[in-house]
C-alpha cells in the first residue's frame, strides 16, 4: 500500500474563518485540542456522542501526523440541573455526577472512543476559575454587581466575530437574562451567589459557584496555555458559549488569540425531528446499545460529514451493520494478522476535512481486492492495511468471527440470517461439488441468493455476503 504523504497538511473548517485552511499548529511537536464534554446529569444521549465520536476520529488522525496531542475533554460537574437532580435525590451533587461520568464512560467505550488525554471537572477547578475573574476585574473587562461578577461585554471589540452576529441579533436570537444590575443585557455572569441549599465555594465576592462559560477558560488556562490549536464542540455552542470563551481568553491574557482553529459539529435529529423530552424521541446510546453493537452505532454516526445534520433513523443503523458485516466477511476470509501503515487515500481523505465518506469508499475498494486476490500473501498484506486503515476511523479493530456474530445478533427480522443455517448450506453445496452434483450445488446456491445472501468462491475458501453488499 502506498505511504500516506505526511508533506500534505490536514485542511479542517474553521468556523472563525469561515473556510476550510490547512491545519497549522503552533508548536507541531505538541499539538493541543480541547472539546467541550457533557454536563452530566442525565445518561448520554446520541447528539452527546456525536461529537465524542467526531473528535475521536480527529484526534486519531492527528495522533498519526503529530509525535504528540494533548486533548482534554471536559465534565461539566456543577450546574442548575445537577443541583436541582441532587437536591430532589437528596444527596450531594458528586453522588449525581459520579453515576452519570460512569455511565458516560461505559458507553463511550462501547463506541471505540478513545479516551482523552485529559478529562478537567469543573468542581477541580474552582480556584483556577477564581483567579481568573479576578483577572477580568483587575482589566477592566468584568465587574462586581450585587453578589455577581459579569463580564462586560463592550469591552471586547472582537465580541460576536465568531458568530457572525451583530449586536441586535445576539439580543433577540439569545436567552439574555436582564437582570437590573446588568451594565449591558449582554454581559454574561462569570460568578453567581449561592444559596444555602446550593453548592458553592468562598470567593472574594462571597459564597457562590462559577458561571458555565469561564469554566472551560479556566481549565484551558491550567491545562493547555493560554492559545489552544483546536477546540471543538457542537454548533450549538458557537453563541454563546464559545463566543464568551473568546471574550475571556482574549482579555485575560491581553489580547492573546485564544484558539487557532475552531471546529464545529452539527446537530443530531431523529426521523427527521429535533431531539425533545416533549417529543419522547431522545434516543439514549445505552438503549440503542441493545439493538445493535457500539461499532454499527459508531459507524452511523460517521455516516453524515460531520458539519452537516444527522437524522437518525432505522435504515442508518442497519446501513452502518451491513456495511460492517461485509467488511468483516472480507477479514474473516484470510487466515493471520500483520501489520500495516493506514492506505494513503483513507489518510487523505480525512485530512481533508474528516471526509469519512470518502474514506469508507476506499476501505470498500480494498476489501474488494482482498475478496479478489489469489495471492494468499497479497491477501494478508490487503488485510492488514484494511484493519490499520480502519483504526484511524476507530472500526473494523475486532476478531472477525466475534464481529460477525454481534452484528447477526443484533439485527432485526429482515437481517437476521442464520449464519450457522447460510454456514450449513455451505457445506453442503461443498459436499455436492465434491461429489459433481452441480445441479445440487447450484440449487443450494439459488436458494441462498432468494435469501440475499451472495456466495464468493475463492482460493481461500467459499464466503458470503449480502447481496446489498456488493463491490464498488
Not at 473587562?141 to 459579569?150: K, S
Not at 461485509?326 to 483513507?346: C, K, T, W
Not at 443484533?410 to 461439488?433: C, F, M, P, S, Y
Request: proline content about 6%.
Amino acid at each position: 500500500m502506498a505511504t500516506a504523504d505526511q508533506s500534505r497538511p490536514i485542511q479542517l473548517y474553521n468556523t472563525l474563518a469561515r473556510a476550510k485552511e490547512p491545519f497549522e499548529p503552533a508548536d507541531p511537536a505538541r499539538v493541543t485540542m480541547y472539546v467541550c464534554g457533557p454536563t452530566v446529569y442525565d445518561f448520554a444521549h446520541i447528539g452527546n456522542a456525536r461529537p465524542a465520536v467526531v473528535f475521536d476520529v480527529l484526534a486519531r488522525l492527528l495522533r498519526q501526523r503529530y509525535a504528540q496531542l494533548v486533548y482534554a475533554r471536559n465534565f461539566t460537574d456543577v450546574d442548575d440541573k445537577i443541583n436541582a437532580a441532587a437536591l430532589a435525590a437528596g444527596v450531594p451533587i458528586g453522588d449525581i455526577t459520579r453515576r452519570y461520568i460512569d455511565a458516560y464512560h461505559a458507553d463511550m467505550r462501547a463506541l471505540g472512543v478513545l479516551p482523552p488525554d485529559l478529562e478537567p471537572r469543573v468542581t477541580e477547578h474552582i480556584p483556577d476559575i477564581i483567579e481568573l475573574v479576578r483577572t477580568l476585574i483587575d482589566r477592566g473587562n468584568a465587574y462586581e454587581a450585587e453578589g455577581h461578577v459579569l463580564f462586560h461585554v463592550a469591552s471586547f471589540a472582537d465580541y460576536g466575530r465568531l458568530s457572525g452576529r451583530r449586536t441586535e441579533d445576539m439580543l433577540a436570537g439569545a436567552r439574555v437574562e436582564v437582570a437590573p444590575y446588568k451594565r449591558d443585557p449582554l454581559d454574561f455572569v462569570l460568578w453567581k451567589p449561592s444559596t444555602p441549599q446550593q453548592p458553592g465555594w468562598e470567593s472574594p465576592w462571597g459564597r457562590g459557584r462559577p458561571g458555565w462559560h469561564v469554566e472551560c477558560s479556566a481549565m484551558i488556562e491550567r491545562h493547555l496555555g493560554h492559545t489552544i490549536d483546536i477546540h471543538g464542540g457542537g454548533q450549538d455552542l458557537i453563541f454563546p458559549h464559545h463566543e464568551n470563551e473568546i471574550a475571556q481568553g482574549t482579555c485575560a491574557h491581553g489580547g492573546e488569540p485564544y484558539c487557532r482553529t475552531w471546529v464545529h459539529n452539527s446537530f443530531v435529529t431523529v426521523n427527521g425531528q429535533k431531539m425533545s423530552k416533549s417529543l419522547g424521541n431522545v434516543l439514549l446510546v445505552r438503549d440503542l446499545l441493545q439493538q445493535a453493537p457500539g461499532e454499527a452505532i459508531r459507524l452511523a454516526l460517521l455516516s453524515t460529514h460531520y458539519r452537516q445534520p444527522l437524522d437518525w433513523n432505522d435504515e442508518r443503523l442497519a446501513a452502518s451493520r451491513r456495511i460492517l458485516l461485509r467488511f468483516y466477511q472480507s477479514l474473516a476470509g484470510v487466515e493471520g494478522d500483520g501489520e500495516a501503515e493506514p492506505d494513503a487515500e483513507v489518510v487523505a481523505a480525512l485530512s481533508n476535512d474528516l471526509n469519512v465518506s470518502a474514506a469508507l469508499a476506499r476501505l470498500h475498494v480494498l476489501a474488494g481486492r482482498l475478496d479478489a486476490s489469489p495471492s494468499t500473501e497479497e491477501r494478508r498484506e490487503l488485510k492488514a492495511a484494511l484493519r490499520a486503515s480502519g483504526m484511524l476511523l476507530g472500526l473494523l479493530q475486532q476478531a472477525p468471527d466475534r464481529a460477525i456474530a454481534g452484528l447477526m445478533q443484533t439485527g432485526d427480522a429482515t437481517e437476521q440470517v442464520n449464519a450457522d443455517w447460510v454456514q450449513e448450506l455451505i457445506a453442503q453445496r461443498n459436499l455436492a461439488r465434491q461429489r459433481r452434483e452441480f445441479a445440487r450445488a447450484d440449487e443450494l446456491r439459488e436458494q441462498l441468493l432468494r435469501k440475499g445472501v451472495v456466495l464468493e468462491d475463492g482460493a481461500g475458501g467459499t464466503r458470503w455476503r449480502r447481496q446489498c453488499e456488493a463491490h464498488p
